[in-house]
């Protein structure tokens, strides 16, 4: 008799719906992507660590998504957001994405 397969967990990250649809509303084009994540005991809490590659998003929204993901799976305590940027006209916008593990984090 075989063991039964490992199955892990789901990842559950409460905004992946509203990334998805934001990446496919409205950061179309040549919007610059950056997915970052930060351990919760960083200090200081400024300190944002690049995932994988900056992209763009004319390269699709899945495969943000993807690295969205495997961040998260790699680094499942880890505080993570979608950092985008567009040259012309000028914009930058930072959504976060997953909180983070923050048990016992005060604000200083």
Known sequence: M???PTISPAIHLPHLE????????HLQGDW?????????????????????????????ADRVMDRI?????????????LCAEKLR?????VYWIHP???AGETDS
């Open 69 to 81: 993901l495997d961040c998260h799976a790699a680094n499942p305590e880890h505080a993570i957001r």
């Open 32 to 60: 610059i992507v950056r997915i970052e994540h930060r351990a919760p005991d960083t200090l200081p809490r400024s300190l944002w660590r690049t995932w994988g590659r900056t992209q763009y998003t004319r390269q699709g």
């Open 89 to 93: 006209p000028q914009a930058r916008l």
């Open 100 to 102: 983070g593990d923050t």
């Open 18 to 25: 509203e990334v998805s649809t934001l990446l496919r509303d």
């Open 2 to 4: 075989q063991p039964a």
